[in-house]
């Protein structure tokens, strides 16, 4: 038997590695979402994003149709101004949302908690 090509050694090396660092990353926010205090403020819904999110490469979607999978997304804003936030929700919560609708915005970090709609002031 031949040794492997040292092209593919490093693919696979650069594979592992970059794979080693998403791991540690999303391991560092979850931390920083734990860490953080749970903040609610008053907000508006801005908009609502959901988006398509398929877990087959391109070719197992023309042998088999997809499963539909959705991601949904909401971005919020203080009635008064400021910068906008987008957080990541579940299917029930982002069909609880109204566009423009006012209420109390709760999330730990950059994990969404709950919004609970409210009179406008």
Same mark, same amino acid.
Request: proline share 8%; hydrophobic share 40%; charged share 25%.
């Given at each position: 038997m031949s040794k492997p090509p040292l092209f593919f050694i490093i693919i696979i090396l650069l594979?592992?590695?970059?794979? /080693?660092?998403r791991f540690m990353h999303q391991r560092r926010e979850n931390g920083a979402?734990?860490?953080?205090?749970?903040v609610e403020k008053r907000m508006k819904?801005?908009?609502? #994003?959901?988006?398509?999110?398929n877990e087959? #490469?391109?070719r197992q979607r023309e042998v088999a149709p997809p499963a539909q999978t959705m #991601?949904?997304?909401? /971005?919020?804003?203080?009635?008064d101004g400021g910068l906008a936030m987008t957080f #990541?929700? %579940?299917? %029930?919560?982002?069909h609880a949302l109204a566009v *423009?609708?006012? *209420?109390?915005l709760s999330y730990q970090g950059t994990r969404f908690i709950r919004?609970?709609? *409210?009179?406008a002031r």
């Open positions: 594979i592992v590695i970059a794979a /080693s660092f979402n734990d860490a953080a205090p749970v819904v801005m908009n609502k #994003r959901e988006k398509a999110a087959q #490469r391109s #991601r949904y997304e909401a /971005s919020f804003r203080a009635p #990541r929700l %579940e299917a %029930e919560q982002y *423009g609708e006012t *209420g109390t919004f609970v709609p *409210g009179p």
